[in-house]
């Protein structure tokens, strides 16, 4: 009998899932064993550490301090080395670590898997009498300089009973503390009444009171006498006068002499040699190259000067070597100070990370010239000399690279594609002359679905674009105006073009192109301003897209899945009809986490947009000035047809995104996101565009959900019955969203990696906004929209590479705002969500 092929079964979504975590682990253990192999190489071969006798010492099982009144256990652990073995997420007895290397020194799992168990663990926390007495003496030194003269410490240890562990206990007697009570700044005669009393403000001594009389002597309020405080005084001071023209002012030329007229106060004299008063003298600029047969030039930089009282005058010249392409101008937007102002540092270190900030040079060295300071007859003026000296880097780089995408698509599990590609960038450093990078680069990539051998989308991009590292005209004003850390001016361009056969869905062309200004304020704060953000989308569809997208989206016949004829509608021209979008947008950002590590610090972002008023402007006043009919005429390169318009839908659009990362202990860290967003139509068309609504559920969104799969609100338009649904097409106008994530160290230095243990909760979802004709149950109503959140939780894993991070997660829904089922746990436990990601979720 012959047998029949059986018909092949389509794949569910947990197998498309659990395709992406094994190729994910792969990719993980051939990335591990790779950096594995280059750190053994780079360390030679192990080398045994001698251990010492411990076989009689008991382990610490904890560590407490008494008599603290002062400050913070944890303040005081940090001076200590008698430390317990580290406990996982803090539960007692609970040393996971310790167990490894225990595990690992035991031998019975070899050699070489028990060295690798050894480092990634710690040894157990043995007694060691000596460690305490030096604890002991730490904790009495760190007591007097914060004021407490009086202090002693001792140390216990009280056996644990029916264990051979130990509690150690260090006891604090701190006595009473001691204030300062007055402050006074000698030798700063040289300084003007102004100048004085901004110096006596700023001061971190906390002044109560100042006597016009004497305003270099003041009386502190209730300030505990601290010896960090006092250092912390003296780099003020020294920067204070470094920035006040004192040049030659040093460390040594500040001394704090402490006084005690009572028992239980200090009073503080400041002595300090401050040297005579400087302004900036000449200058040169010494600029090497790398352009063999170039004629050394030497030239003079027109600059703004600030005269002095004797009516000398400096000089700027630049002598370049071996370069023909730098301008002048490009050194003289770089300086920040005046050649005759008073001298000042700040000034000074500005110019030099300005210079730096242009990514033409890789040597940067300001020098002062002491030697040939100019002392004018007619005055007592000091004109102090400067030479910068720069070396250029080559102009000319290409670079070739290759790389691996992951991407998500509109059909839940129906378009999951893993794919590789290639990119060329081409760069040239100083284009222009003045400092301007032009950058040309071209990619091409292929992907293919998991569950299909061949291709399944294909992709070509071209981007160019030109930095300049300074604000361009009109915006010039800007620099001066917000006394700037640093600025710059990007101009953008790209072009895409791209085939999804899972969508049915060609992509003729995707051009944009834009226009922005990064202001940075202080190191961590920046605004960027977007003048001008242009995009053109020309779809189109091949044979079968109604029947392999369309159908699967809306529904068909008497199996409508999304019912009214307006939404339909709308889905249709976003994906079928060209369009136009343009915007004007403000961003605010504070930062000063590592955006790789993101172990301790904040991220804070705010951003306010308003989109598409020039195609509202040319359809008003130009293209049909009668009527108005949000859209217009199309460009002569879109295909010929009635949907050559390019329609428009002006908007607004506000986003706050906040996070925060808090070290816990020494491996652990809580990271937690809060964040929200509106959009709204403000012209004829009731909804916004496209890609600028929102959307909930993914890998760095709600993990209990696949991409754009929640919301909006409790609508059930996203889904159907069957493992093949549909994500959330439509979008939302409203966003919450929330996270919170326990981030512990379980392995160190494990296939050259270090494994990074999660578990997270995430809550929130989108909702239509007032104008959108969505349904009612997608609607934002206040009183409802808590118990429309989406709640997920679950666990991950973390591999930590220097330069890499890699993700999994394993994500449950525990509050799904459209329940599927009933019984003891309607919500939870259902199908969980498996998602594999590069970096931090956030």
Do not use: C
């Not at 040894?123 to 002693?152: C, H, K, M, N």
């Not at 108005?628 to 329609?647: A, D, K, M, T, Y």
């Not at 860290?669 to 959009?679: D, E, N, R, W």
């Amino acid at each position: 009998m012959q047998k029949q092929p059986s018909k092949a079964r389509p794949p569910t979504l947990a197998g498309r899932n659990w395709n992406l975590w094994r190729l994910g682990l792969w990719i993980v253990a051939l990335l591990g064993s790779s950096l594995g192999a280059v750190d053994a190489a780079r360390a030679g071969p192990p080398q045994q550490a001698p251990r010492a006798d411990t076989s009689q010492a008991p382990i610490v099982r904890s560590v407490a301090f008494s008599g603290n009144a002062f400050f913070a256990d944890r303040e005081l652990r940090q001076r200590i080395r008698m430390l317990p073995n580290r406990q996982f997420l803090g539960i007692p007895g609970f040393t996971w670590w310790r167990w490894i290397y225990q595990l690992g020194d035991s031998g019975a799992l070899g050699r070489r898997v028990g060295n690798a168990l050894k480092s990634s663990g710690e040894p157990p926390a043995y007694l060691d009498s000596t460690t305490v007495r030096s604890d002991v003496e730490r904790l009495e030194i760190y007591y007097e300089q914060q004021g407490f003269r009086d202090a002693s410490v001792s140390a216990a240890v009280q056996p644990l009973t029916d264990t051979d562990q130990v509690h150690v206990v260090y006891r604090i007697e701190a006595g009473a503390p001691t204030y300062l009570r007055t402050v006074t700044y000698e030798g700063l005669g040289r300084l003007s009444d102004a100048q004085k009393r901004r110096l006596v403000r700023e001061s971190v001594l906390e002044p109560a009171r100042i006597d016009p009389e004497q305003p270099l002597t003041f009386r502190v309020a209730s300030q505990r006498y601290t010896k960090p405080l006092l250092l912390e005084e003296r780099q003020r001071l020294l920067a204070f006068l470094r920035d006040e023209g004192f040049a030659r002012v040093a460390r040594d030329s500040i001394r704090a002499l402490v006084y005690q007229p009572v028992a239980d106060s200090f009073d503080v004299t400041l002595r300090v040699r401050t040297g005579g008063a400087y302004r900036f003298g000449d200058l040169q600029f010494r600029v090497v190259g790398l352009e063999a047969g170039v004629e050394t030039e030497i030239d003079t930089v027109q600059v703004e000067g600030a005269d002095g009282a004797s009516g000398y005058t400096p000089t700027v010249t630049a002598r370049v070597e071996r370069d023909r392409r730098l301008r002048l101008s490009l050194l003289r937007r770089a300086l920040q100070f005046e050649p005759g102002a008073p001298y000042n540092r700040s000034q000074l270190l500005a110019t030099k990370r300005r210079l730096e900030s242009t990514g033409i040079f890789t040597f940067t060295n300001i020098i002062p010239q002491a030697d040939d300071t100019v002392r004018t007859a007619a005055g007592p003026e000091l004109f102090l000399p400067h030479r910068i000296e720069l070396r250029t880097r080559p102009r000319h780089r290409l670079r070739a690279e290759t790389f691996m995408l992951q991407r998500s698509g509109v059909l839940r599990g129906a378009e999951n594609e893993l794919g590789t590609g290639v990119g060329f960038t081409y760069e040239n450093a100083n284009l222009l002359g003045g400092g301007e990078t032009f950058r040309l680069g071209t990619s091409g990539s292929v992907a293919a679905d998991f569950d299909s051998t061949l291709f399944s989308s294909a992709q070509a991009e071209v981007t160019a674009s030109l930095t300049s590292p300074y604000l361009i005209r009109p915006f010039d004003w800007l620099d001066d105006a917000l006394n700037l850390y640093d600025a710059r001016t990007r101009v953008s361009v790209s072009l895409l073009t791209a085939r999804r056969d899972q969508l049915r869905l060609n992509i003729r062309g995707r051009g944009s192109a834009r226009l922005q200004l990064e202001m940075q304020h202080t190191p961590i704060i920046t605004s960027l301003v977007d003048v001008f953000d242009l995009s053109l989308s020309n779809p189109d569809t091949l044979r079968g897209f109604q029947r392999r997208f369309l159908n699967r989206v809306i529904g068909t016949g008497d199996s409508l899945l999304i019912t009214d004829p307006v939404q339909r509608a709308q889905i249709i021209e976003d994906y079928t009809q060209p369009q136009i979008n343009t915007a004007l947008r403000y961003t605010f950002r504070a930062s000063n986490t590592n955006p790789l590590r993101r172990e301790r610090g904040y991220s804070y972002e705010a951003a306010a947009e308003v989109g598409n008023t020039v195609p509202y402007l040319i359809d008003r006043f130009i293209s049909s000035p009668d009527t108005l009919e949000n859209s217009i005429p199309g460009l002569p390169f879109l295909r010929e047809s009635e949907s050559s318009r390019l329609i428009y839908r002006p908007y607004v659009r506000f986003l706050g995104d906040l996070r925060r990362y808090k070290p816990l202990s020494r491996g652990t860290v809580l990271a937690m996101k809060l964040l929200g967003g509106v959009s709204h139509p403000i012209g004829r068309p009731d909804v916004v565009p496209f890609d600028r609504r929102f959307y909930a559920g993914g890998a760095s969104s709600v993990r209990g959900w696949s991409l754009r799969e929640l919301g909006p609100g409790r609508s059930t338009l996203d889904t159907t019955a069957t493992a093949e649904g549909t994500t959330n097409v439509l979008g939302g106008d409203i966003k919450l969203e929330s996270s919170i994530e326990l981030r512990t160290t379980l392995l160190r230095n494990v296939l050259a990696a270090n494994w990074v243990g999660t578990t997270f909760i995430d809550a929130g979802n989108v909702w239509f906004g007032p104008r959108n004709p969505g349904s009612a149950a997608g609607q934002f109503e206040f009183d409802d929209f808590l118990s429309e959140i989406g709640v997920g939780t679950g666990v991950g894993l973390r591999f930590v590479w220097d330069y890499l991070i890699v993700r999994f997660d394993l994500a449950y829904r525990v509050h799904d705002p459209i329940p599927q089922q009933q019984g003891l746990f309607p919500d939870a436990l259902r199908r969980p969500q498996l998602h594999f990601g590069i970096g931090h979720a956030f």
